[in-house]
């Protein structure tokens, strides 16, 4: 079957957070919302009709988490990353954030360091704060448009440290980690007493051409000290069905988190949750369905690359290896954060996510989401490039 994701699809008036938060964030709402995480396309048929046909019995009482709810988690790691699990070792977890700011509490105290890798997915920093523990940055390093990790600093940063949340593949700067890195954040994590949290919601949105490492397969070590978390959520285009899980395959770690979630009633998802994830990780619609988004979600980030070089040259694309957001480096363009901001909300009429929510490291960024139909990049290039001619930019670019 051929999905169309070409489709436009009305959003306004259905709670979508992209476009209800319009208003309250920005302060109007003409804006084409490229931000928050989620995407424009239809939810996949089969999502929608296990939805339905579980709607049709009509009584939407207490429901127990089914074992084809693990087995499906167990066989799709296995088939899509190669990762042998057991299902006594897949939990239940609301959302990811809801599940990393249980391993927080669970797995330390307040006071206690941990470290992130700026700019990274700013409700880390958010959890860890709320939480009362403290912030340790380990600021990745861009080079020559990509971003690696800095190992140097890694191995002063860690020390006292009781967690590590590790963002892989990583949001904002696209990079899906080589096994050789993760390797080396095992060692050292390891050597430290660093328990890793590894958040890989968007593994499975590995762009052709890619390939996700989990990091718990790198070696013992990182299968013995790590926490994964994982989703149909990105994947699928599901976030509001709530069917995250996590996997641990330390059997002590994973009693005490286990306690911990269940003793505080977070191990329990609502009436569809379960079934939403089993159509869509079991069948060969879910790996079909998934194959042409990436494709799509290819050709949309290779568009704003071409199009930004020819038209826009001061703004570059950071390019993704994995997943729909592109982070956009505008440092060419000599504005202050707030002029940035102004630039993109007031001159082009776009709402993106401001680059320094991400970290102080992401000054001179804005991230972009590229999960939608084509037609709508094409008029938010428009926009921008009008935004850039109004600002004189492209007078600029022919003096240069
Ligand atoms: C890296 C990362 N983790 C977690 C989430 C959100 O997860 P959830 O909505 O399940 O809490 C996102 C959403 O953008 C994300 O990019």
Redesign the pocket.
């Known amino acids: 079957m051929q999905y169309d994701f070409d489709e436009v699809i009305e959003r306004r008036g259905t709670g979508a957070l992209k476009y209800e938060a319009l208003l309250p964030r920005w302060g109007r709402d003409d804006l084409i919302p490229l931000w ?3 995407m424009d396309f239809r939810t996949p048929p089969f999502i929608m009709e296990a939805i339905r046909r579980r709607c049709e019995h009509e009584i939407l009482g207490y429901t127990v988490k089914p074992r084809a709810f693990f087995e499906a988690i167990r066989d799709w790691v296995d088939r899509r990353h190669g990762w042998k699990v057991n299902a006594s070792e897949i939990g239940f ?8 700011s249980s391993a927080i509490q669970c797995f330390t105290e307040p006071g206690d360091k941990i470290m992130i890798q700026p700019p ?2 700013h ?2 920093a958010m959890i860890i704060r709320e939480n009362g523990r403290e912030i340790v940055n380990n600021p990745l390093i861009l080079e020559n448009g990509r971003y690696r990790m800095d190992f140097n600093h890694m191995q002063e940063a860690v020390r006292g440290c009781r967690m590590f949340i590790l ?1 892989n ?4 700067g696209g990079r899906v980690w080589s096994p050789e890195e993760l390797r080396r954040v095992a060692e050292i994590c390891t050597a430290n007493g660093t328990l890793v949290v590894s ?1 890989e ?2 593994a499975d949105l590995t762009l052709p051409g890619h390939r996700h490492t989990v990091f718990a397969t790198v070696s013992e070590q990182a299968r013995m000290n790590s926490v994964t ?1 994982m ?1 149909p ?2 994947t699928f285009n599901v ?1 509001g069905l ?1 069917s ?1 899980y996590v996997i641990c395959q330390n059997p002590d770690l994973f009693a005490k988190y286990q306690d911990f979630v269940s003793g505080r009633e977070l191990a329990e998802g609502h009436v569809f949750a379960y079934d939403g994830l089993i159509s869509a990780y079991s069948g060969p619609e879910g790996e079909e369905w998934l194959a042409q988004a990436l494709d799509y979600i290819q050709e949309n980030i290779r568009f704003i690359d071409a199009e930004l070089r020819r038209r826009m040259p001061k703004i570059k694309t950071i390019m993704p290896d994995a ?1 729909y ?1 592109v982070f956009l480096d505008c440092r060419e363009m000599n504005l202050s954060q707030k002029e940035l901001v102004e630039f993109f909300v007031d001159g082009a009429r776009l709402a993106l996510n401001d680059g320094s929510i991400f970290g102080k490291e992401g000054e001179g960024f804005m991230r972009l989401n590229a999960g939608c139909p084509r037609s709508i990049l094409e008029r938010a290039l428009s926009q921008l490039e009008e935004a850039y001619e109004n600002r004189g930019f492209r007078q600029q670019q022919s003096q240069n």
């Not at 977890?93 to 990393?100: E, F, R």
């Not at 593949?169 to 904002?172: A, K, S, V």
Request: hydrophobic residues 35%; negative net charge.
């Open positions: 928050v995480a989620d977890a609301p959302g990811i954030v809801p599940g990393i990274v997915y409700p880390f963002c593949p990583h949001n904002p958040d919601i968007h978390y989703a959520s990105k976030p709530g995250s997943s957001l």
